[in-house]
Structure formats: C-alpha cells, structure tokens
C-alpha cells in the first residue's frame, strides 16, 4: 500500500514539473496592442459590434479587419479612446450597431418571473441568479448592461434602467500617486 502511494506521488511531483516547465517554455505572448485596446472597450460582452465579445472585437480592429465605432456601449468617449490609441481620425458610431443608451442594468420583476432560466442561460457575465421555477435577481454590480437576457424571456419581466451614479462611484480625478505626493508636501 505504501508503495503504491509513493509511486503515485512520485508520479503527480514529475507530472506537475513537467507542466510548469511546458507553460514556461511554450507561454504565447499576446499582443500588446489588442490587449490595450481590449481595456479601452466597456466589457460588456454584448456582441452588438458583431464579434463574440469585447476580446474578439479587439482583436480584429488590431488586425484591421473592424473599425472603431462599432461599439454601442462604449459610445463616443469610446470611440475617441480607440482614435488616440491608434492614431486616427474618430468617426461617429456606425448606426448599424446600435445607439448608445449609457450605462444600464438588467432589474428583474420578482413577481412576474416565472423561473425559467432562459435569461440566466443567456447572460455572459452570470449576472443573474436563480434556479429553476423559483424567482430569478440580477447582481447590479456584474451586470454589464447586455442586453442580451431581454429577447429570451418569455413573460418580459426584465427591464433595463440607467445605473444610478452616487458617491459610492465616484472616483477622485487625481491619481493617488499625485494624491499621496501632495498630501506629503513634494
């Protein structure tokens, strides 16, 4: 018996040097420049650009196979974000995508909500919790505004509202290094 467990932890010790060395020596970097533009983009995993989500988008308008204003959420400031990066011209967004709402968040009518999970299903984020035949909610914090569980559910009991702004969300324009800096009189 004791053998057999030590040929087995034998085993799992070689196996796991073997995968720490292989993750080391074939790592794939990524792109710079995509990973950039991806932190430029809302993360709203909508696919209203036509691509599967943010990462794909970004990828592509890297690879210049999309433009930058393909993203309705993102809007405007967006879109003038992605020009800077890039070092081109801003362009209104393209129309055919969709139309900048701002920031909105799924609510979910608990009365109306008959426990489908259609919407839980379609939600990229799993934003929404709930289980089977019982009433369904939205965590407003990892909503991402989608839209994407509105078309799924049977009885229209989710409504998208704009995300209340209050002190909890506001940020100080100044960065903390500045901050810190100043507070210690340099």
């Known amino acids: 018996m ?5 040929a087995i932890g034998i085993l799992a010790a070689l196996f796991g040097l073997l995968l720490g060395y292989a993750s080391v020596r074939f790592k794939v970097e990524s792109d710079p420049i995509v990973n950039q533009i991806d932190s430029l983009l809302p993360q709203t995993q909508c696919g209203q650009c036509t691509y599967a989500g943010c990462r794909p988008y970004a990828e592509a308008i890297a690879a210049g196979e999309a433009d930058i204003n393909q993203c309705p959420p993102g809007g405007e400031a967006t879109i003038h974000a992605l020009a800077e990066l890039l070092g081109v011209d801003p362009k209104p967004l393209n129309e055919e995508h969709g139309e900048h709402k701002g920031k909105r968040v799924a609510v979910i009518d608990e009365q109306t909500c008959i426990g489908c999970t259609l919407c839980i299903q379609a939600c990229p984020v799993d934003a929404i919790l709930g289980a089977a035949k019982q009433m369904h909610t939205v965590i407003e914090s ?3 505004g989608c839209e994407l569980c509105l ?5 229209d009991c989710i409504t998208m509202v704009p995300v209340k702004e209050d ?18 009189g340099t």
């Open 2 to 6: 004791f053998t057999a467990m030590l």
């Open 142 to 144: 990892e909503c991402t």
């Open 151 to 155: 078309p799924p559910c049977p009885v």
């Open 167 to 184: 002190i909890r969300h506001w940020k100080w324009p100044c960065p903390d290094n500045a901050h810190n800096a100043a507070a210690a």
